[in-house]
């Protein structure tokens, strides 16, 4: 049964020796974009984390945008969860902003495999108009407008996009398939955007949008 946020860090806290007050540095330190999963083990260990959690611990993280405060607060909540999938020093070491895209990325396959989800699960936040794009934080425009980057280049490419999902993160396949979707990509990039995350970011982007596509292709099916 998943605990709530305050009684999971309290503990957590309490078996390492910190003081209950320390939870607000947890909370920062989880929501902090410079604990990048930068090498291999890393970033394998963040996609598998993020895919447990999509597994475990059912949540509608995707319903609210990337970065958006109620996204890094339900993310944080679930790198914490008592759920069974991994330990609290292990899920505490990178941000939890990076489990997105690999809950993204789960969704999706569940999606393909034709896997019962609740509506929670399915539920997606609304597209933004370009005046409610203007007005929201720069951090959370940036990820929404790279997430519909990602939808972009699922439209123009979608079986060389779900190629991807089926390579493992960080692996040689993983690039050859990244190099089959460049023309797409290149055709989808905002003008003045600079290209300057990871593959395992771009991975999460073209995910999420995947998972969007996917969700209102149903909704516009049951109209």
């Known amino acids: 049964m998943r ?13 390492t020796g910190a003081r ?5 540095a947890l909370k920062m330190s989880l929501n902090d974009s410079r604990l990048v999963p930068r090498d291999a083990a890393a970033i394998g260990f963040v996609s598998r984390l993020g895919k447990c959690l999509a597994v475990r611990a059912k ?3 995707l319903a609210f945008e990337p970065r958006s405060a ?19 020093r292990d899920n505490t070491r990178y941000s939890s902003i990076y489990l997105r895209g690999p809950i993204a990325e789960a969704y999706l396959g569940r999606l393909g495999a034709q896997k019962k ?28 407008v790279l997430v519909s980057m990602g939808a972009c280049v699922d439209k123009a490419d979608h079986s060389g996009t779900l190629r991807i999902f089926d390579t493992e993160v960080g692996s040689h396949d993983e690039t050859e398939a990244f ?9 989808c990039v905002p003008p003045g955007v600079q290209l300057s995350f990871s593959k395992f970011e771009l991975r999460g982007y073209l995910a999420e949008g995947a998972f ?4 209102q292709s149903m909704s516009a099916g049951r109209s």
């Open 117 to 144: 989800m609740t509506k929670s699960e399915l539920r997606i936040y609304a597209e933004p108009s370009a005046e409610q794009l203007k007005n929201m934080p720069s951090d959370v425009r940036t990820d929404v």
């Open 179 to 187: 190099r089959t979707i460049t023309p797409a990509l290149s055709g």
């Open 212 to 215: 969007r596509n996917a969700v």
């Open 59 to 61: 949540a509608n993280i």
């Open 20 to 24: 209950a007050q320390d939870i607000d």
């Open 3 to 15: 605990k709530t946020f305050a009684v999971i860090a309290a503990i957590a806290l309490a078996s």
């Open 70 to 88: 109620k996204s890094n607060s339900g993310l944080i909540e679930l790198t914490l969860s008592d759920v069974g999938c991994g330990s609290f």
